[in-house]
């Protein structure tokens, strides 16, 4: 093959070519300076013509539509190019003269081709750089697709989806004017796209956005994300923790939006680095640490920091106590919370303590008085009234233990001796036993009087608007309540007719009891059915016989649902006079929520019944007690006590002399002091020593002994206080284990528990184990006041509420809460500031919350009527209705921003600056509408250029485009606009260097598939379904794998400036796990690596590509004219003549015993098809080592070329290529390369840029991509003047 | 489905892209039409009413056949309609048994799609929605998303609120909008609106492309007149787009709304305020503005009060002394008036579309008109089983007069029905919700 000569002169000439051609001499081969000899055609050119050519095509016979006889000069000869490169191309092949023809002999054939030749060369220089007919391109679908995602930065939109395929044309590329089409179908296509477009633009109170969704939810989800993004910033991120309300588990926020103190300290005592740490906080910590402070909290902080042994913990200790989270899905309401991180001191003037003593056994406690850390001034302390506290028994001051000790022992023997005769004394209700042991023994049997107290004393008149629902009442929601009416009703809870119902408090169980006035034998029968199940968790009910102490307890239980629980009916059960039996109704785990529960008991004795419902339904109001019923409440602690051990319980159901005998033996082996009996005794103890306060001065510690008979189930409880009412400072506490530091501060502990009533309503309370004890207005108190104030300033718990969206009511009212002022105060620089508020309006703005929160209010109000009190939220009415008002201003306001945006955006998608009468137009739109105009207009769906009068060069901003849709398939990025704008771009120099940035940024993937792949022949190998599945299964699966393959092959190529010649000779690719499995070549790790090595496994370079081999196959077999066809014209750029008609099909699956190579070769064998197959088989052959999908396998490579070359297999051909090809290989590359970039097909006139190319050092691509963008053609737009009906020349 | 998308991509290659269009696409909107048997008969339509807290613990039953089924006290008002009412019972709901009661229900009514929690929003695509994908094309507004109650933003018990007040939804995130007032549901049908738009961005780009041909060489023009022709042709094809109906088979026996454009705002009166919503979906019907409607009548937790419906537990009054929530729980005579009232707009709305007729048959016969609720009673807030009738034959498809007893049999998820309907109309997703076969008794 032959090459052109390097045209040096072309560069000098091209100016005055133009010039010439600007005044209308369209072609003019003198002008190079060469000079040509007029005769040469007619003395030796035409004669050849005339003998072996214009016999048959002549101006009568036009064998194939050619006329050669009309070429009378060389004139004419230059003025159609294209026919005579088709001449000297059927001479190359062989093609003419036809083989029954008179043949030229071969030194006129050299002639001839060297006339040809020369002749076209002279064209080509004469007229290089010429920008060639581009005609007007629309944006392709990749070409709209990636200009759409990019403008709105969102990559999975995907608006050309059912656009129809866009045609070829030019060098094979869809990205030429001519075959890109418009039809009325395909323009309403477009504004359907720009629709769909329009749907995914966020509207915000200060532009737009865009989002890959177009639900106004995941707009808002996405903006939150944003802000918990931000926050996350500098924040810890952890598990929510939770809040359980009406026994619903809630979060009240999350771990999330903590300090993250430990990074900061590590980073402060040079433990960890700063990296994404704030700068503005590691100082303002760093200021109060190495500052000494007087305060009592902060300063041991900072001598641990000197000692560098600060821990979080240390801090930790003293937030949890000064801090507290609170609930903010109702905040704003009446006795709400302020915040959901709510400040909290720990300072009290009296602090009640109390130890739970716990098993049987001796404790030793220590009454432990400290300075709280500030010194010992004025710290005189009072322990008031320390006693040991019991149920059942009198207070014990301890100061009186050893003499109680002494008490119980002596009742012991007292009670055992006494045993029967007290026992036959009460089984037939005489007095005939010891006085002072038959009160003890009558007590704890029940033998006496329970004391029905406190009774509900105030009356409810009329419930829920019924005044047939009346009853009695205590706090808390504690009540009674009796239906008189036949109607149901629900007040919320179901009250059926003439039923009585009754409610517990969250710390009092409900006890209705009815007295017996005679001792008796009783029938109990009773029901219990939860009135209110749709909310809340139940309630717990008990049925018990009570006597002054014992509780016999008969039934107890869970309430079910709605589920009528049948208690009894319990015969024969022994009351004594003034006994009572009682139904309890408690609150489940405290929780009294939707507690109302109806009731009933019918108690018979044989000759009377009473019957509840019955007896108090008409008229509860008469009085508490109503006859023998009692209305009254009990502790919810108060569980069932004194169960009768045995054998006292047997005698107790049954008395006999035998049975108390039994009872005395039982009370000699087993009567601890702790024992009930004892309990009881212990009643009408009087201690010798009255309750006396201990005082002492701090610090201090006071041991004190408890021995185990007083110390099970009882409490060791004092009031600690300071002496004197204006001075003092300290910390009291009860500890098991003696102290060792008395003279500093403790944290201790806090727990928060709501106080509720009901939902509408609830308050928190904060209990501190360790609190500071100062009196009101001291000194002291102020000075703990301002150090807990510094701490809090410094070390907030939470920087913010990560959550937004609270969830912390059962319904909730605000919709997203935002908190996040320490976070701004703390660590946050003013732009950060903004750029957070920013974010909080577009929260607002995008979710329309402010009037979505009106609704909200209205329907929580409504809730509220029903069981709640909706008071409780009218402060917050008038504010919601006011922000609702001044956010539709802002709706308003938006517009103007939004349509500003929009302009913006109009701007870019059309490539250049709009003019003021664009502007106003477009104006004239809604924003969404707005959108839609502008990705339908001509503008954006055209790269229109204007066409100036005299061929030259395009305008900046056109030549932005044409590099950005060159090299990125896209609009040119703010980098190419700011150039353009700037006038800089038509600099050659600032072109170059943007072509060289833009190779390397990802963008450039789109010029991989765009380019590399279309050109060889690949781009549809992910979507290539013809294989067959019975032969190939997995190929379906890597069919992806393989294209992702030669585009990552092409990326690496361009951002890496690599030689072209890679493709041919490369020792490397890209592939992950299923690729290298299906290569069958070693892989570790996973996702997309290079690997190197390649040759040496048969492969490297588009000749082992999976993609190129398979694609070159067919669907069953390999095909070596397939596959030989591609080499030949793809890779090589040789022109093939068509095959001759009636060319005999192969089958697809080769015949039983026959080779797929032996088919082919028996096929081309046919006489009418050996010429051109010798030309491409053999390439073929050489790849025959892989299959139809790509996978190496055994076969026969041996081939030998057209040229003569033996060569045996892929490496073999790749030698060849590489040695005797190259230029052919870097000349084809090229020309497809300019074809792509220019959007036309390649003319006789870019040949000269073309030469320049193959000769390039080193063959880089950057090297080639740059020769390409500096070229005329590239940067120069025919003129008016050259726009004529010229017919494209094509290269040879 | 690849087979099929490699066979149109080849197709269009083969016989060259501009040549192909015109006729492919026409091509496509035919098939829907043919879809539906025979081009000349009117098309089915669906029809999904919803009240929310469920009914009456005792009188939500049927038993019996045709016109001698016995109705529950809540069903009365259905009496008339015995021989095409179909009552299923026993059909559930897996993922509305999960979280809370109320808020966590209603939201995949008409999906069975899981809901998320924690203030999220994540439902399902529902039935009705689904097809309005389909039949959406066909039809001037894709389908008719009523209420009758406001939604209500706030979250209660960790689940938003909005799942109460959505029974309909366009995708999981996208609780499709409800029109709460009957003027603008009215002119939603009615009013022209899409095409004015398109006309002001074809005018507006069309003298974007005569500016543009102005400063172009004289080849680049030949080639913008593409852009220009194809932009007038489709101006000229939205001016003629109402002579389309012409070429189909089957006729709305309205093309004109018979009613006036009700007041603007929302009526005080609960009563009238369902009346207007239910007229308004029989004439979107009826003219063929929509195949596709859902009304949702209350919310689930639902704040309406009726004082309108006089009470009987307090003779004299109305029911206003308790938001129809807490009605709910109280099981009462007044409960079941409530109920009633409901079922009396169900039976309005089927006596509406049963005086309409259509050839042969008459709307309700083309149309399938079914009314559920998001849980049983209101009293047990129970879901195991979910109250659900359908009335009307989807044009002889379906066959009324009868009770369908799923209760204690496998495989009762609800969204099998919802196959079912889908098949009647001709719209078969291999699985729905937690569904993937229908139920051949429907």
Redesign the interface.
Known sequence: MQTLRRPKLCDQVARPIRWLLSIGIQFVWLACGVTYAADEFDSQILPLLRDYCNTCHSKEKVEGELDLQRFSSTGIVKQHTEVWEQVLHQLELGEMPPKDAKQLSNHQKQQLMNWVRKTLDEVAIANAGDPG?V??R?LSNREYTYTVRDLTDVDSLEPARDF????AAGEGFTNV?AAL????????KY?DAAKEVSRHMVLLDDGIRFSK?D????WT?ETLAAIRAFYARYTTTGDAFKSIQQG?S??VGTETGRLPLNRYLDALQGRGDTANLSPKYLKLLLDALETSRPSPVLAPLCQKYRAKELVAADIEAWQNVLWRFTTV?HIGKVNGPTAWQEPVTPIVAKQELQWKLEGNRDHTLYLVATNAGDGDEGDQVVWERPRLVAKGRPDLPIQSIPGVVEYLESQRTQLIADSEDCLAALAVGKEDAPRESLAIWREYLGYGVSKLEPLLDRKIESAS?YNFIQGWTGDNALSVLANSSD????T?G?MPGHSIATHPAPDRASVIAWKSSAASVLRIDGSVVHA?P?CGNGIEWALEVRGATATERLASGFSN??KLIHIGPFENVRVEPEQVVALVIGPRDGNHSCDLTTVNLTISDGANTWDMAKDVSPNILTGNPHGPWHFLSQPTSQGIVNELPEPIATWRKGPSAELAAKVREHLTIDFPLTHPLLAVALRSFKPSIENVDLTARAPSVREVTIPAALAEGATLVVTGRLAATDSGSVQMQIQADKPTKTDSILAGQASTAQQKAQWSDNRLVTQHSSPIIANENSQERKRFETAFDEFRSLYPLALCYE?I???D?????T?YYREDDHLQRLMLEEPEVRELNRLWNQLRFVSD?PL??V??F???W??A???ADPSAFEPLRDPLKAQAAAFRKVLTGAVPLQKRAIIEFAAKAWRRPLNAKEIA?LQS?SPR?ML??VL????F??R????PQVTGAVNDWELASRLSYFLWSSAPDEPLRALAAEGNLRDPDVLAAQARRMLKDARVRRLATEFGCQYLHVRDVA?L?EKSERHFPTFIDVRDDMQEEVTRFYVDMFQNNRSVLALIDADYTFINKPLADHYGLPFEGAGWQRIEGLRDRGRGGVLGFAATLAKHSGASRTSAILRGTWMSEVILGEKLPAPPPGVPTLPEEAPEGLSERQLIERHSSDERCASCHKRIDPFGFALEGFDAIGRIREADTKTVLMDGTAISGMSELRGYLLNQRRDDFLKQFSRKLLGYALGRSVQLSDQPLIEKMVQAKDHNIGDLIEWIVRSQQFREI?G?DR?INQPNVSLR | M??HQ?AR?TF??GVG??M???WF?SMQVWGDETANSSASDAPIRLCVTFSGNGFHSKEWWAKGEGRNMELGQVLTPLADFRDKLLFVKGLYHEEARKG??HSSQTGNMLSGAPIA?????RSGTSFDQLLSQTYGRSTKVPSLVLACE?????????YS?LYSSHISW??P???TPLELYPALAFDRLFKDESSP??K???D??L???QD?RR??????RQ??D??L???R??ET?IANAGKRGELQGWRPTLDKPNMTRPADGVPQDVAEHMRLMIDIMVLGLQTDATRIATLKLNNDHS?LRFPNVPSV?QPGHGID???H???S????EDWLRVNQFFMEQFAYLARRLDTIQEGTRTLLDNTMLMHCSSMMAG???DNDQLPVIILGSAGGRLQGGRVLDYSGKPDRQLCRLFLSLMDKMDVHPPKFGDATSMLEEV
């Open positions: 007919p005609i007007l629309r129809p395929v866009d045609g004017g089409v418009m039809s009325p179908a395909l323009l309403t504004l969704s639900s106004a939810q995941d989800d619903i809630l979060d899905g608007g109607t149901s009703v629900r919320p179901t209110h749709e649902g709605s959550r969206v609270p969830v009511e059962v319904v909730t009212l919709l919350a979505k929160q609704d909200a209205e329907q929580l409504q809730f009527t029903q069981d137009d739109f509408l839609v105009r339908t207009s001509p503008a769906l055209y229109g250029e204007k066409a979507e379904n025919r008016n726009i | 690849q087979n490699f991509r269009l290659r892209v501009t192909a269009l015109p696409e809370n009661i929690s924690g203030g999220a929003i406001t939604s209500n933003p706030s979250v209660h018990k960790n609120m366009s995708s995130t996208t609780p738009e398109d002001s961005v074809l507006a780009v003298a974007d492309a543009l400063d172009i060489s004289s080849s680049d080639k913008l593409e852009y022709d194809s932009v042709e489709v094809r704040a537990q002394y308790m938001i929530h807490l009605l729980h109280s099981d009462g009293a047990r807030h």
